[in-house]
């Protein structure tokens, strides 16, 4: 069966336990339909798995949901990254994750049995008993189809989490503003000093040049281009 990276995550967890071979006797079960039905909530996964008997048994596997204050770092976290949304809205766990879950210390999934209890109303010792393997399964291919789930059961559901990201995003500061080209009169437009000498007639502007050329259609900024080009030749002069 094929998995994606998010889903074997959890079989590696499960298998740092020592319920790697416990998980084996579930394969089958979970592909006959013997799950009836499997339901999320934070923090705890219950299914209904038909044995031998006519009453399905009971199984839970219930994992340590975040702290509040964890979702919050977690949520300031995603919130920078719009593309985590992005991905998961599109069916997906982006392999990024885990650095961020890392650099916050959380993980996906537990990773000591602290963290994870599971228990079945059959009369097996085992755990996993084959019952609670064969939920494990179904669990799995659920993460595959929607990694939210991931998220729900470690404390936040799809809907409460994209709310919180926008609510995040929107706390957030809008960009500067990309700066305006400068006019070009006004970048060789220097200050001038007090007491600067008076400006030359019309006989000796430096600019004079300039009405030599006649009336010239062409703009910039607004403005024609000759008296764009006039404060450039005057202080080209005072240099």
């Known amino acids: 069966m094929s998995r994606t990276w998010w889903s074997e995550r959890f079989f590696e967890a499960l298998a740092r336990f020592g319920m790697a071979d ?3 006797p579930g394969r089958l079960p979970a592909k006959q ?3 009836l039905s499997l339901s999320l909530s934070t923090g705890i996964v219950t299914a209904a798995v038909q044995g031998l008997e006519r009453t399905p048994y009971r199984c839970r596997i219930a994992v340590k949901a975040f702290e509040p204050n964890d979702w919050a770092r977690l949520e300031r976290a995603l919130s920078g990254q719009a593309r985590f949304a992005a991905a998961l809205l599109s069916g997906r766990m982006p392999l990024e994750i885990e650095s961020v879950l890392d650099e916050l210390g959380l993980t996906l999934f537990p990773q000591s049995q602290r963290e994870l209890t599971m228990d079945c109303s ?4 085992q755990v996993p008993c084959k019952h609670l393997a064969a939920a494990c399964h179904v669990l799995a291919e659920r993460f595959d189809q929607d990694p939210f789930q991931i998220l729900a059961w470690r404390g936040r559901g799809r809907d409460e989490l994209l709310d ?3 609510e995040q995003r929107s706390r957030q500061p809008a960009p500067a503003p990309t700066a305006q080209a400068e006019d070009p009169a006004s970048f060789w ?3 001038e000093a007090d007491g600067a000498p008076p400006q030359p007639s019309a006989a000796t502007r ?3 040049l300039l009405d030599q ?3 010239l259609s062409l703009t910039a900024y607004g403005r024609p281009v000759i008296e764009a080009l006039r404060p450039m030749y005057r202080t080209l002069s005072r240099s």
């Open 189 to 191: 437009l220097l200050p």
């Open 33 to 35: 339909g013997a799950v």
């Open 213 to 215: 050329l006649g009336p």
């Open 164 to 166: 919180r990201l926008r």
């Open 206 to 208: 430096p600019d004079a």
């Open 22 to 24: 416990g998980l084996k």
């Open 122 to 125: 059959c009369i097996d010792w």
